[in-house]
Every structure is written in C-alpha cells, then in structure tokens.
C-alpha cells in the first residue's frame, strides 16, 4: 500500500520523501492544486479509499474532482451531487447540508433521481461516447459517481484555444459522435438535458465523449423533475416551464452548441427568444454555411419544440446529408 502522505496530488506519482518533489511531474507537495470554497479539501480521502486531488469543476448540479483510487491504482473521477444554490458544507466536515424543509425536499427528489439513473447509465457498457461510470454509493448526506479520468480538454476550451470560433467543417467532425451517442442514450429513454461545450470533453485530441449526466431524465417513465438548474442560451423554453421534454429537448441543446462553435456566442436565452425572437443566422454574420444546412441548424433551434426535430436521427441525416455539396 502506498503511502497516501506522498503521493502527488497533481499526478497521483510519488513524491520524493526527502526533497517533497514528484519524481513524475517534478512539482512540489507544496503547490497548491485548483479548489473551489465549496469543494472538499485537497488530500481528503473519501470513502476509505478514493484520495482527493484538484477539482475538475463546479458544475449546476456538483463538483467534479481528480481523484486517485488506492486500491486499484487508477485516476478517476468523482462527480459529488452538490447542485448550486441548494447545498452548503457543514464546516468542518465532508457532509452536505441543506436551509430548510422546502429545499430538502427537492434536494432529496433530485438526489434519488441522480443514485436512479447512475444505475442506468452503469448498467450500459457498450457506448463509447459516454464517461465510464466505475461505481457510486451514498455518504456525507450526498451521492458520489466514480468515472473514469477524462484527460484532455472540453469543447469550451478548445474553441477558445482556436479563437473564440470554428470552421464548420470542423464543427460538425466533433459534433458527429455526440449526436451518435445521444442517439443510443434515447434509446435506453435517457435524455442528456444538459448538453453544451462544457460537457463535451476532446480526449487526447481524438476521442469526443458527452460528460456531466447529472440532470438526465427517463423520460420514457413520463417522469416530471422540478428542473432548477438552467443554461443560459442552451436550455430550451420547455425546461424553464417544466414542460414535456424528450428527444427535441437535446436536439436544441446540440443546435446551440454548433451556434456556438461557429458564431462564438451562444444564442439569445430561449425566455427570452420566446417574446422576441432575435436569433441571427450564422450567415448574417458572415459565417459560411450552405443554406439548407442553415436551415437544419434553424428548425433545430426553433423556440416551439413542435417545431423542431423530434428524432435525432433524421436531425443527424438532415446535417450530414450526402445531399449537401461539400460534404
């Protein structure tokens, strides 16, 4: 067993016991890795085995951190339901807690609904485009889902990296796995509900996987969620309303993810498009695009869900078509 006093923080190698520095990274026990105030403490060992490192994130509905498993010798990942205006860290401890009886009660409906469909998305081994979930249990007065350890960048970042746009080509060669497993999660009767370009991770510049699961739904149960946390410009109008989602409901989270590669911004918030439709189409700003794909891109876009696709494979044949020149 290794001694969890010196193992690196920010690579999980060993550090030097005499001199305090990693022998893989070459940085110092000393140095601070990325935390938020709400986080748990960096070196916090969580569930007797799981050592915590640098948080990955703070998210609607938790906190992603980069862990390392010390029984199997791995890096992981572990999402914490935490959702963001509902909880707060009893100080001095790892435990979760809620003000009152009303916030309570939604945070404990969230919470079964989040151990229910990490039950689900575990049981499916075969999609590639989805983080491996390892395991997940109850403790502190929370959830923890153990993933497996994304190494690369979120689509976020990386279009930052390439100054604030994308060429439409290179849009759609990133958009086309996330769409392939949206496809097989509404299969299985889970709709995503929180696709955007912090959720989709560039692995090792080659893998694209579809991450951030905690507000998905089975809507095949016809379950209604108090929905409370909301995506500015990515959320469709059915979701401040808690009306009916469905497939439709990723699909326009998809359109204002490929908006949002091409244009840089995300489209105008769908509260808003709702009483007054400004959404400028990519070509008016210039941007190239060939009409009929504009007009896939649009109608996936639209407001009305009934006016969007329904399905997302005819929404990917209608994108990808060989009826399109160029492509």
Request: glycine share 8%; net charge positive.
């Amino acid at each position: 067993m290794r001694d969890r006093r010196l193992i690196c923080l920010h690579c999980f190698g060993a550090i030097d016991p005499f001199t305090g520095f990693c022998n893989a990274c070459g940085k110092h026990m000393g140095d601070n890795v990325q935390t938020t105030p709400d986080s748990m403490r960096p070196r916090t060992i969580l569930g007797g085995r799981y050592l915590i490192g640098s948080t990955l994130g703070r998210g609607g509905f938790g906190i992603t951190y980069k862990a390392y498993d010390t029984v199997l010798r791995r890096r992981v990942a572990i999402k914490e339901f935490f959702p963001r205006g509902y909880t707060r860290r009893i100080p001095g401890t790892l435990a979760v807690g809620v003000s009152d009886q009303k916030t309570a009660k939604i945070f404990n409906y969230w919470l079964q609904a989040f151990i229910q469909e990490a039950k689900v998305l575990s049981s499916i081994k075969s999609m590639e485009g989805i983080v491996s979930i390892y395991d997940f249990f109850l403790a502190n007065n929370t959830a923890y889902i153990i993933m497996e350890f994304l190494d690369g960048v979120s689509l976020h970042r990386f279009i930052l990296g390439r100054g604030d746009r994308l060429q439409l080509n290179e849009t759609l060669n990133i958009m086309r796995p996330v769409l392939d497993t949206l496809l097989l999660l509404h299969q299985h009767g889970i709709i995503h509900k929180d696709v955007s370009p912090e959720n989709i991770q560039i692995v090792n510049n080659k893998t694209v996987k579809l991450i951030d699961l905690g507000a998905a739904s089975l809507y095949k149960q016809n379950v209604s969620k108090p929905f409370f946390v909301l995506k500015k410009g990515y959320s469709p109008i059915e979701l401040y309303h808690n009306g009916s989602q469905g497939p439709w409901t990723d699909i326009y989270e998809v359109g204002a993810t490929i908006y949002t590669c091409l244009v840089g911004t995300p489209p105008p918030e769908a509260s808003a498009r709702a009483q007054k439709d400004t959404l400028v189409p990519p070509s008016a700003l210039n941007i190239k695009i060939q009409p009929v794909r504009e007009n896939v891109l649009l109608k996936a876009l639209a407001v009305n869900p009934q006016d969007r696709y329904s399905d997302v494979d005819l929404f990917r044949k209608m994108l990808y078509g060989d009826f399109l020149p160029g492509t």
